[in-house]
């Protein structure tokens, strides 16, 4: 059922959507976290010589950051955290 | 293909609507009017307490509660949707469902300190668990093993409980602690009586952050065929915890300080050799009989998603944390001076950073930080005013003990907020200082302690 072997394109698309859904988090802790941590994962498996298993567990991330960024859009506090407004 | 689009429309409209959606009401029932203004309604600011801040502060807590990991509810919100069914229940579908992820999840926390699932009991958090274990035991064993050893740093749940048993009969010894917050084995070894029936030592202290030598008093505890309990709340998924290498007959572990939810914690009890308790809490004979009631199965499943993301987290989160941590005493100590690091600076869990700062009060320090979420003190008692057990215990002068503010560093803590934190702390810390006569003095070499203050 899973492909042989990932291939770039489709690493690199699993990466941007990644970061894309990330964005979407309305919590600022959370947001940041998860641009950081997919980009040092996908850093830290850029020279595996078989990312099958490591791209799996990223689509299925991806699912879960999907599904999680729309429940924390509908409970977002209406005040911000003081990171995110202007010093 | 049509599945995609509609989720694609319905997650496009929810996030349009998101800005015009009512906050939640937290008074949906009220029906005077409301007369008290909702702290939470004006989008501008935040007015608590009679305190105005622009925004919610940045959450430098960890070791009081940590943030829900959004893995963790992921994985939990289906049981409390559409599986909600009771584990113990045999006869039907939402119970076997139920209980296997239960089993999944007990699992997950066995793997993380290697020990076998079988040996795992869920309880309601790290309290029950130190509970169960200080009188379970001696009450078990209470014909032929009168006494208990702890140390004075633990938590106020174990020291309680010892209190309740000095009530009952049973003596205890309280450990004192050198300078830097670590137990002293020979003392530990001395303290020993044939009658001992545990001995009680917390891995990673709360409130300093300090790692006990726990290989060493294991290996005490074998010699002497002693049961070895720990409270590992603050250490599970943080540092690497080991039951055989630490030789632990009995550890409480607690969920939300490891990112999962609040309400559910676990004790391991030792198989080979066995211990055996006395069950708290009687009922229908769950868990083993060690803890009668209902199994709460999502926050059981959110408790082993937390346990198995910190398994393969652990090594990421401590290294960035420690980056985290340096950068912050750093950025303090190049700017202050007369600021003291409570408990051993190389025995200390990376991400508890607890400070006191000279000539400077404590309350108002804490008050003026009101845009950055730390506590002095631990949880449980920063609501009376005397200064903190176990900063008296190192040895820690009352006026430093005062000034202790406790910084947690977590998975989830960013560069810029430890930035804006010792930015804020210096600045506090120097508009503090500079009103106060003491720091004055000092800066003209006078030494406080030789000051022989005049009686009125």
């Known amino acids: ?87 | 293909m049509a599945a995609k689009l509609i989720t694609t429309a319905l997650r496009r409209t929810a996030l349009r609507r998101t800005a015009s959606l009512k906050p939640i009401n937290l008074r949906p029932f009220s029906t005077a009017a409301a007369t008290i203004p909702d702290p939470y309604d004006d989008p501008s600011s935040l007015t608590v307490k009679g305190v105005k801040i622009s925004g919610r502060p940045l959450y430098l807590d960890m070791q009081a509660t940590s943030p829900v990991d959004p893995r963790v509810l992921d994985a939990m919100l289906p049981f409390y949707l559409s599986r909600y069914g009771n584990p113990h229940s045999r006869t039907h579908l939402y119970g076997w469902e139920s209980d296997e992820a239960v089993e999944i999840a007990r699992g997950q926390v066995a793997q993380l300190i290697n020990a076998s699932p079988k040996e795992i009991v869920f309880t309601s958090g790290a309290t029950e668990s130190n509970n169960i274990s200080v009188k379970g035991t001696l009450h078990f064993y209470k014909e032929k093993k009168k006494h208990v050893i702890t140390t004075q740093t633990e938590h106020k749940c174990v020291l309680d409980s010892c209190r309740h048993l000095q009530q009952e009969g049973f003596d205890v010894t309280y450990l004192p602690v050198k300078s830097d917050g670590l137990v002293d084995v020979g003392k530990l070894r001395d303290a020993i009586r044939p009658d001992t029936g545990l001995v009680s030592v917390m891995a990673v202290n709360n409130e300093i952050g300090v790692i006990q030598p726990m290989e060493e008093i294991g290996a005490v505890c074998k010699e002497f065929k002693i049961p070895f309990h720990t409270d590992a709340a603050q250490a599970l998924g943080k540092i690497d915890v080991d039951v055989d290498k630490w030789n632990v007959s009995l550890m409480s572990l607690s969920g939300h300080k490891i990112y999962g939810p609040k309400g559910i914690g676990a004790l391991y009890m030792r198989r080979r050799p066995r211990i055996r308790v006395e069950p708290q809490m009687n009922g229908g004979g769950q868990e083993r009989g060690i803890r009668s009631g209902t199994v709460p199965t999502p926050l059981v499943v959110g408790m082993g998603a937390a346990c198995e993301l910190a398994r393969k987290e652990m090594e990421y989160d401590e290294k960035r944390i420690s980056m985290l941590q340096e950068r912050m005493l750093n950025g303090i100590r190049a700017k202050l001076d007369g600021v003291v690091v409570n408990g051993s600076e190389e025995r200390r869990y990376v991400g508890n950073l607890n400070l006191s700062f000279a000539y400077v009060e404590g309350e108002s320090l804490l008050m003026g930080l009101k845009e950055v979420a730390v506590s002095s003190g631990s949880a449980c008692t920063s609501a009376s005013l005397e200064p903190s057990y176990v900063l008296r215990a190192l040895g820690v002068d009352e006026d430093m003990a005062h000034t202790s503010i406790r910084f947690g560093i977590g998975r989830f803590t960013t560069e810029e907020e430890i930035d804006r934190a010792v930015e804020l702390t210096v600045k506090q810390v120097e508009k503090l200082r500079e009103m106060s006569p003491l720091y004055e003095m000092v800066k003209e070499g006078i030494d406080i302690k030789s000051i022989q203050w005049a009686q009125h």
Do not use: C, W
């Open chain 1, 1 to 87: 059922m899973a492909a042989a072997s990932p291939s770039r394109p489709e690493i690199l698309s699993l990466f941007r959507s990644l970061l894309r859904t990330s964005r979407q988090f309305s919590d600022y802790n959370i947001r940041e976290y998860s641009k950081r941590r997919t980009i040092d994962a996908f850093r830290l498996n850029k020279h595996a010589t078989d990312p099958s298993a490591a791209f799996a567990d990223g689509k299925s991330q991806l699912e879960v950051a999907k599904r999680q960024a729309l429940v924390y859009s509908l409970y977002a506090p209406k005040v911000k955290s003081i990171m995110e407004l202007n010093h």
